[in-house]
Each structure stands twice: as structure tokens, then as C-alpha cells.
């Protein structure tokens, strides 16, 4: 196996990882960000570094909203979350809580 192969296969395993550890379920008013870089699959948070904050948790709720062949149709949409934007304005994105960890300031 070559180099580059090789990388992508322990990435994999490394973000397999993350996805399927145990957690304690979020609860309103954690704060939050993407559980790893190979987590992240939206524009925020921007970095592992940024903290969103959980509003709302819906065990098990799925997205149906989503075109048949999107990639997320189906895809677990359990936690919303709230970010602060740069003009100071709040606004919230579901996301699946499996992607997300506690943030923990560094």
C-alpha cells in the first residue's frame, strides 16, 4: 500500500472513530463544535476552536425536508445549534449530534 493510501486508511479509521463513540447526549445550552477536523460538513462552526451552542435536541429526528437524492436526505438532524455571526446576529442549523463534541476552551 503506498503512502498516500495508506494516510487515507488510518484518517478513516480515525474518523470512524469519533462517529461512532459513546457520548453523553447534548443538552440544551452546551456548547458545542465539530468533534474533529474530519468531522465537519458545514460552514460553521468555522474550526474545531469555534463554540456553537446547543438550543434544542431531538433524539432521532431525521431529515425528510431534503431532496430524495440528496446526500443528507435521511440523515440524522438530532441537535440545532446557534452561532453568533459577524454582524452579531444569531441564527441556528441542525446537525447530527454524532459530528459535534463539547467544546472545551483552549
Not at 487515507?8 to 468533534?35: C, H, I, M, N
Not at 459530528?99 to 476552551?105: I, M, N, Q, T, W
Request: charged share 30%.
Amino acid at each position: 500500500m503506498d503512502k498516500a493510501t495508506q494516510l487515507k486508511v488510518e484518517q478513516l479509521k480515525d474518523a470512524y472513530g469519533v462517529w461512532s463513540a459513546k457520548r453523553k447526549p447534548f443538552k440544551q445550552g452546551d456548547l458545542v463544535t465539530w468533534a474533529s477536523p474530519a468531522m465537519k460538513c458545514a460552514k460553521r462552526p468555522a474550526t474545531v476552536n469555534e463554540p456553537g451552542i446547543v438550543l434544542e435536541v431531538v433524539p432521532g429526528q431525521k431529515d425528510d425536508k431534503s431532496e430524495v437524492t440528496s446526500n443528507q436526505f435521511g440523515e440524522l438532524k438530532d441537535v440545532r445549534v446557534g452561532f453568533v455571526d459577524e454582524d452579531g446576529e444569531m441564527f441556528a442549523w441542525w446537525f447530527d449530534s454524532r459530528r459535534l463534541a463539547l467544546f472545551e476552551a483552549k
